[in-house]
């Protein structure tokens, strides 16, 4: 049976050294050397090579020296707009949450000041209700507030992938989508996608609050052990 590949867990982490042929048995440089020759020839192909090429700078130059050391210099909201710059794209897509919808206008704004022409989508866009996916009413968010035999709209991330589609956007920007939800909006979206922000309900949009306090007292549930 062959060991699984965990990277996460490496304890001999040399892949980003001279010396990456010296990993543990399953290091994935060792054990998967087709699998990454072939992905790496489609770097060979013009177009994603200047993507990979531009978000490899844009990397570089998110870090600035100063006399204390090395430090960040941009926040993510700046390396979106940069990177599209860079890309010579004009026209941008947002495919927001209802939910964070005040987030997605102040995004607008900045993306229009920046020089974009600028598609925003809605993921309740079409109004159309929970019950197309089979959805029952005891399972509806409003029923759990307003009681049973409300209207709720649905969230439907292929049409706003497909709404951008349409408009012809070079790139878009997520801003908030549900679990699974943003998982369908980059299947069916045509242009590359960027995450802006990932919903979390209780951290504040802030997922990796999650990882850090799991440690604790609090959120040690987290942890818990569960049959799959």
């Not at 994935?28 to 770097?43: D, H």
């Not at 204390?68 to 941009?74: C, I, K, N, S, V």
Request: charge should be negative; glycine fraction near 8%.
């Amino acid at each position: 049976m062959t060991e699984n590949i965990e990277c996460a867990r490496c304890d001999k982490v040399v892949c980003g050294s001279e010396h990456s042929q010296e990993g543990p048995s399953n290091c994935p440089t060792r054990t998967k050397s087709e699998v990454i020759n072939q992905a790496l020839r489609e770097y060979d192909k013009p177009e994603i090579m200047e993507f990979a090429r531009q978000a490899s700078i844009q990397e570089s130059e998110c870090y600035m020296n100063l006399p204390e050391g090395l430090t960040t210099r941009y926040p993510r909201v700046e390396e979106v707009v940069q990177f599209a710059g860079k890309m010579g794209y004009k026209k941008l897509g947002i495919a927001f949450c209802d939910g964070l919808r005040g987030e997605a206008e102040t995004l607008n704004t900045i993306l229009e000041r920046r020089g974009f022409d600028v598609v925003s989508v809605c993921c309740k866009a079409g109004g159309i209700p929970k019950e197309r996916i089979g959805i029952k009413d005891e399972e509806k968010i409003v029923s759990k507030f307003s009681g049973p035999g409300n209207w709720e709209s649905m969230c439907s991330p292929i049409s706003q992938a497909e709404i951008l589609n349409d408009e012809g956007t070079e790139f878009n920007v997520l801003v908030g989508l549900c679990v699974g939800h943003d998982s369908l909006f980059f299947k069916y979206s045509q242009a590359p996608v960027t995450v802006l922000v990932a919903k979390d309900r209780v951290f504040g949009h802030n997922p990796v609050a999650g990882l850090y306090l799991s440690p604790s007292v609090y959120y040690r549930k987290l942890r818990r052990k569960e049959a799959v």
